[in-house]
């Protein structure tokens, strides 16, 4: 390598490379069960609130490393250093779907509804510095970060819940236990997501409304969904036009509120009063179905969760029904579950009233319970609220609310009924209406999606290993493409970080080994790789890192020592350099058949006299040689300066070059034998 600088910061970078990852990459999930730092729960008493809430007032980038948040709302303790958190943005679908469509959302690359964790280093009342920064981006005032409490175990008898979201904070439930959830109570978010429409008055007159964004009087209030606060403010949001997930509203004259939308479609609302043109089908349209993508290709279903969406108001000028609110969100790991509780995130029926149009139901939530053994409950569900009746003849009722999603995973055999069914729309006294000659007078049911259950216990996944990149750990190579191998929980995958990127994910085979190949060549210089177990959207620390530096540039060779052109010496010292440090050297004398290892410091020995040639080759730590080797050319002259001896004038050559006195007698034969000839003529 011609740069020696270059070599000599080189093993210093590495260190500092090395050191540098010891834990877990950017807020990965690599939390498992926790800590259990909180220790045990014992719940005894009804609407327990065991999270902390606080609204993100700032917009935040991936790879955030602190958090700027409002005021803190739910259980007192708020946020201390230390403290696991879970950053979770509820809303702000952009571009938001046009009014009243119903195409089924995906959001399997969309903020909304994505989570992580992020562990906090230190708290002010303001702002939260976290000890690791955040994988994605979140919008403000969208997201929200929650205070995840760590036990070792937990006992119910009572109920936990949460403060309702009310548009910036609240409706989530989030724990994690090492040990054993024990319930004999209720976990209970049921209700507390997004908001249903609002009753507002209509216009007694009112008549042939039929408009998508129908402005009040003449449309009722819609429900919200992930479309986001501004379209659920307060008289701004009106019509049968549903706003994403969040439902319709109703229109005049008396027509009923569609119900919420989440894991599936909402309900339509009920037709409009009969005197109004016989009864017309302007009932408020269901919220649109959320999807997380495909479960067999993408394991977002995985790292999603979302509210169910708030039923539409009914229409009315004195006391329609008011929309039913979504299911929240109850999200948990632990090793085993027992108990004969209830698990529900279901959503909220619509209003119901005597005279005018019902509400809509709200849309079941989000429920997320991974188990590492078996688990035993009495029932899991986030169903849709049921459609708000009415106690008129032929007067719109509420449409039912979509069912909600369920992500479940335990051991085979665990005994937990999941119910993600949507549910009824509401009815109204004549038991055979139009359109489908029953009470629902053109009023429908929520949609069901199937709950995700994995039958295979919740898997914490160990560090993997790298074993090698190059000869050993700390080492120099000159391969630019060097391959990675390693091992690992057999079939599992394993993702591979280079200086801190990703650059390839494999999957080990049956007897745990994986190999990657690199795509791209490395420059030159440090480079540091740590290997990543990932299972179901959960990943392992960090592996030790096995650190390498790429060096393809080939070292100089010079002679620090060496003998004169000429000497009478037969045995040949030699000191051989090199600007790069740690090199080792091959030699040749002669014609010899190649180059053999030598000492920096080499004698050759009882050499004949004549002419030789040294030639030497420095190899640096990567196996690089020099392009050209270094030679150095000399003559041994003991046998000729013997010939001589005392013949000549008595003189010896003792001490002196043989050779260099044997040039001088030369010259002066020559010189005499001019003299003389010139002295005959």
Known sequence: MRNPFMKQWLPAAVCALGLGSTTAMAGADTIGLGEG??????????????????????????????????????????????????????????????????????????????????RLASVEADRLT??????????????????????????????????????????????????????????????LG?????????????????????????????????????????????????????????????????????????????????????GR????????????GNRTTSDAFLRHLTFGGGGGAGYGVSQAGAGGAGGGIVFFRASQLSGGGLIDASGRAGGANTTEGGGGGGAGGSIYVRIVRAATCGKIAATGGLGGASDAFRVGPGGGGGGGHVLFQADPGSPCALDTTGSSPGNQKDSSAPPNNDATYGATPGGTTPADELKYGFIIPAPPAVTRVSPYNGSFIN???????????????????????????????????????????????????????????????????????????????NFVTQPGRFTRARDVAFEFGSPEESVTYLCKLDEAADFTPCNPST???????????????????????????????????????????????????????????????????????????????
């Open 194 to 278: 997004f908001r249903g429409g609002q009753f507002i008055p209509g216009d007694p007159t009112a008549k042939g409304c039929s408009d998508l964004d129908e402005a009040a009087p003449l449309g009722a209030r819609k429900g919200e969904g992930i479309a986001g606060a501004s379209h659920y403010s307060t008289g701004s949001n009106t019509g049968r036009g549903n706003a994403a997930n969040g439902a319709g509203g109703a229109v005049c004259f008396k027509s009923g509120g569609g119900g919420g939308g989440n894991g599936g479609l909402g309900g339509q609302g009920g037709r409009s009063d009969s005197t109004d043109n016989g």
């Open 603 to 681: 004698t050759f020995s009882n050499l004949p006299d004549g002419p030789h040639t040294v030639q030497v080759y420095a190899v640096d730590r990567a196996g690089n040689r020099d392009d050209t080797p270094a030679v150095h050319e000399f003559q041994i002259t003991v046998a000729d300066l013997s010939l001589l001896g005392d013949g000549i004038g008595g003189c010896s050559a003792s001490g002196q070059d043989a050779s260099l006195i044997a040039l001088g007698l030369g010259a002066l034969v020559a010189g005499l034998r001019r003299r003389r000839q010139s002295q005959t003529h």
């Open 37 to 118: 730092r909180n220790g045990p729960k014992t719940v005894s008493t009804p609407n327990t609130i065991i999270n902390s809430y606080a609204q993100v007032t700032a917009p935040l980038v991936a790879q955030a490393t602190s958090i700027q948040i409002g005021a803190c709302r739910g259980d007192p303790a708020c946020f201390l250093a230390g403290d696991l958190v879970l950053v979770y943005q509820a809303t702000g679908l952009q571009p938001a779907p046009a009014s009243g469509s119903q195409t089924p959302i995906d959001l399997s690359n969309n903020a909304v509804g994505q989570w992580e964790f992020a």
């Open 479 to 557: 391969n630019v493409r060097p391959t990675i191998t390693g091992t690992a929980r057999a079939n599992t995958p394993v993702i591979v970080y280079l200086d801190g990127q990703e650059v390839g994910r494999v999957t080990t085979d049956a007897a745990g080994h994986y190999t990657l190949d690199l795509t791209k060549d490395l420059p030159e210089g440090p480079h540091s790789v740590v290997a990543i177990a990932a299972i179901d959207a959960v990943q392992s620390l960090n592996s030790v890192p096995d650190t390498f530096t790429v060096d393809i540039t080939p070292p100089d060779t």
């Open 281 to 292: 089908d302007v009932g408020g349209r269901g919220g649109a179905a959320l999807s997380y």
């Open 130 to 191: 976290l000890t690791e920064p955040l994988i994605h981006a979140y919008a403000v005032n969208e997201t929200q970060v929650i205070r995840v409490p760590e036990y070792t175990q937990v006992t119910i008898t009572g109920s936990i819940t949460a403060p309702a979201w009310d548009g910036a904070t609240g409706g989530f439930i989030a724990f994690l236990a090492k040990e054993t959830v024990n319930n004999g109570g209720v976990i209970d978010a049921s209700g």
